[in-house]
């Protein structure tokens, strides 16, 4: 068994620091002493979650940042590098979503979640890999989704990107096999964010079919962000290069392993039922 990665001393960067899961993963690496450097493009957010972890003594800066912007993000490391001696650990976990068929989904709506979900996951990671590798024992943790596992109806947006990160986390990882670097890619089941009211809407939909579909999905959105933000954590010091987050996601990953093709017909048949 690999040696567990100490954290104490270290220095991350995360996206999406400015609540949800974000937030958390910052709260969980500040009470091992890790100090941070957040990102986000909601300043006020950022705040609140730099007021949480400065009650641990650690060192934390912030930083406004939208991962779709290709100069903002090529320009970060420099920031980070003028206020922190190195970076250890990368978390891409700034994303978005979409609601709706992919007929109802526009192109530029598409566009838009795929510059942040995928493309700000491989620019940053693109961004910080050479401090990474200059270190000797990094990882680079990419937040997928339980829709990086099984792609249900009205989710074909969000579902591409984030197997999309799924694929380029796990060719990354071979691809740095002996580097020092490791990847580890998450997969969290219904975790109670603000992610589904935040969701676009495609033009056409009845406010009230939005609403009935967001309360369908605020009722799987059940695990506390903190539970979710400790249980990444623990699986980045045991180097894991996968974490399952939730009872939905690991019965999920389940099923799609054995049914890689039928999987929907029978979550749709006990969903009925």
């Not at 104490?8 to 009470?31: C, D, F, K, Q």
């Not at 006020?44 to 779709?68: F, K, N, S």
Request: charged content about 25%.
């Amino acid at each position: 068994m690999a040696e567990r990665m100490r954290l104490e001393g270290r220095t991350a960067v995360i996206t999406g620091a400015a609540g949800g899961i974000g937030r958390a993963i910052a709260v969980s690496l500040a009470r091992r002493r890790c100090n941070l450097a957040l990102a986000d493009i909601d300043e006020a957010g950022m705040a609140g979650t730099e007021d949480l972890v400065r009650a641990h003594g650690v060192r934390v800066t912030c930083h406004r940042l939208d991962v779709a912007d290709r100069a903002g993000v090529a320009a970060f490391p420099s920031l980070v590098a003028a206020e922190h001696p190195g970076v250890d650990l990368l978390f891409n976990n700034a994303g978005v979503a979409v609601g709706g068929t992919f007929e109802q989904v526009s192109e530029e709506d598409f566009e838009w979640l795929f510059e942040i979900n995928f493309w700000g996951v491989v620019r940053m990671t693109r961004a910080f890999l050479p401090a990474l590798r200059a270190n000797g024992d990094s990882r680079v943790v990419n937040l997928s989704s339980v829709f990086g596992l099984v792609a249900p109806p009205e989710q074909a947006a969000y579902a591409a990107s984030k197997f999309a990160v799924r694929g380029f986390s796990e060719a990354l990882r071979h691809e740095l096999e002996g580097s020092g670097v490791g990847v580890t890619v998450v997969h969290p089941g219904g975790i109670a964010t603000s992610i589904s009211d935040k969701a676009r809407v495609p033009a056409g939909v009845s406010a009230e079919e939005v609403e009935r579909k967001r309360e369908q999905f605020r009722k799987l959105l059940r695990l506390p962000p903190q539970v979710a933000g400790e249980t990444i954590v623990r699986g980045v010091e045991r180097r894991k290069p996968r974490v399952l987050v939730g009872s939905d996601a690991r019965i999920l990953s389940a099923i799609a392993r054995v049914l890689p093709v039928s999987y929907w017909k029978v979550l749709a048949l006990r969903a009925g039922k």
